[in-house]
């Protein structure tokens, strides 16, 4: 059973801060991993996708991934309210590029 | 709106009843996957479809749903004699082309009720 694991929160920050949020999965196999924002009642918004160890960074979002550790992470540099959501990580489940999803965590930024 | 099509927004079906989902992929896009978002849970995958291929079932409950995606026109969700079980939002997303580093993007998803 290929699984995403998050902590499901909330996370909470004050506005300005680092916003750390992590994720682990059990298949070797993935390759591709993504992180989508998911405000309440909404769709999913893809925020950034990773598919090499490392860093990658897009404006105040740096995505990070650790193949040998199997983790993976989003930060969100200087947290503002309008970021509080639901973060959904997701790695890909094999060749159909299904995508295996995390529960989620719950951001809250504080004004 | 070049984005990915979902109708309706909103759907309310009494036990018993079908329910129709359909879902428009983004232009340029001829790869839809169709997602599943119970109450207070994350989104689990159901099917991926090509045009008039069903490549990936493995998500979909054996019984009572199916998926299709015609040559012509949006792809469907079908889902016969509705439980209260149903009751979740569905989702579509599509892209490009399959593989590996492709992201997926989401339509608004629909909100079936089951009364």
């Known amino acids: 059973q290929k699984e995403v694991e998050q902590n499901s929160g909330p996370l909470s920050v004050p506005e300005g801060a680092i916003a750390s949020l992590n994720c682990t999965y059990s298949d070797r196999g993935s390759q591709s991993f993504f992180w989508y924002r998911q405000y309440s009642g909404k769709s999913p918004e893809l925020i950034m996708f990773i598919y090499s160890n490392g860093d990658k960074e897009d404006g105040r979002f740096t995505a990070q991934l650790n193949k040998a550790s199997q983790y993976v992470s989003l930060l969100i540099r200087d947290s503002q309210p309008s970021d509080s959501a639901t973060y959904l990580c997701?790695?890909?489940?094999?060749?159909?590029?299904?995508?295996?999803f995390g529960t989620g965590t719950l951001l809250a930024v504080q004004p | 709106n070049a984005g990915v099509m979902q109708n309706p927004r909103h759907l309310v079906r009494r036990r018993g009843q079908e329910a129709r989902l359909r879902c428009s992929p983004m232009k340029g896009h001829s790869h839809v996957y169709w997602y599943r978002q119970l109450p207070e849970e994350g989104l689990k995958f159901m099917v991926y479809l090509q045009k008039e291929n069903i490549i990936d079932e493995s998500g979909m409950p054996k019984e009572r749903f199916s998926a299709e995606f015609p040559k012509e026109g949006p792809s469907i969700l079908r889902i016969q004699q509705v439980v209260r079980g149903d009751s979740a939002a569905y989702f579509c997303a599509s892209s490009p082309v399959t593989g590996n580093n492709q992201p997926q993007h989401f339509g608004d998803g629909t909100r079936l009720s089951i009364l």
């Open positions: 997701a790695g890909d489940g094999g060749a159909t590029n299904k995508l295996i």
